[in-house]
């Protein structure tokens, strides 16, 4: 009898200090939504592709982050405090940094956004853009739903920090707005991070509607002409000029512009092919995967489940729905000034979601004009997106920061 008495005190005593009995509580009921809604994003990446390569260590992290008693959530969101404890210098609060924390170190000192863009340079092909720079008016324009957006998330009552980290969504690109929030609000990183590849994924859903209201069938069914051949003196210098420009007028843009125009350098030189490969698969996997995960510790029940959230999320498509029109708007007046030689829809591929934003407006053009090929002209506008979103994030940094 004692034996059995004390074969049952372990079992209880097992489960009692188990995540399972913290889900009889209150926070652990939160703690369960949370798994549940990991699921639902594996779902998404796995069964639906959406984003798969960061979708899915990002959902995994958001399930590792919510597990009762594991203590795998990212607790340290302050850089300097996070130096301050590494040091001595501090006490910790709760448990002491783990796994996730010192993962997530590489987001809060600014390491994993600016690699990811080494990586993306290397694989982008610029060519359509320096072919016809007119294109760069198109990436500028849809990032003007980044400020409009801004100024609404202000009059939502959020700190002009929280307004410019919840803007940077309509740029739809995810590495710069988990540039942007790791500087200027790291609370609400998870969140930001989460709508911005949801809605990255969701550009063939969300794009379409805004793109055929804002345009006619004739408009839509403009057939562009050949794009000029670009000479490999024209690629090289490219890089180098856009970075010199850009970083002087904006530095706190220069690790992003820099290391994507550095990637784009090692692709197009001819001299670094070993290295360039590298930044494209070996490096940009492996830090894809640390940026992921980590980012996904972020998102605890604490501090993902508040009414906040349900701003940032309804304010983000706002962002990137307003992005989308006004590249759309802005090809249209190119349409006229042009008489008629400039398709609209390639205004739409103006956000930096490379290269489906792109694909829409070729499916979209298609759709009109079987003949219709937008794919090469739209990429012009797709590319200058991945820089106009981060010379925005640059201004947002220079002026909030």
Sequence with gaps: MEILQGVWEVIVSIFSNSGYAHFFTIDGCLNLVMIIVAFGFLYLGIKLGFEPLLMVPIAFGMLLANIPEANLAVQYHDLEGF?????????????????????????????YPP???LGIGAMTDFSPLIANPKSFILGAAAQFGIFFTYVGAILFGFAPNEAGSIAIIGGADGPTAIFVTSALAPALLG???????????LVPVIQPPIMRALTTKKER???????R??????????????????????PDAASLVGMLMLGNLLKESGQTERIAKAAQNE?????????????????????????KTIGIVGLGLVAFSLGTASGVLFG?????????KIN?????????????????AQKEGQKENPSNFLLMHAMGPNVSGVIGSAVAAGILLTLLR
């Design 83 to 111: 130096r301050d404890l590494l040091a001595g210098r501090g006490e910790f609060v709760g448990a002491t940094p783990g796994l996730m924390d010192f993962l997530y170190f590489g987001v809060k000192a600014g390491i």
């Design 115 to 117: 690699l990811i863009f």
């Design 191 to 201: 969140t930001i991070a989460v709508a911005a590849y949801s809605y990255m994924a």
């Design 221 to 227: 069914s403009v057939v562009m002409g050949n794009l």
């Design 229 to 250: 051949p670009v000479s490999k003196l024209e690629k090289i210098l490219f890089p180098i000029i856009v970075t010199v420009v850009v970083s002087l007028l904006l």
């Design 283 to 307: 490096l940009m996997n492996i830090i894809t995967i640390m940026l992921g995960i980590s980012v996904g510790a972020t998102t605890s029940a604490a501090s993902f489940l508040n009414l």
């Design 332 to 340: 249209k007046l190119m349409y006229i000034f042009t008489k008629g």
């Design 344 to 360: 609209p829809l390639i205004g739409a591929a103006g956000v930096s979601a490379v290269p489906m934003a792109a694909r829409v």
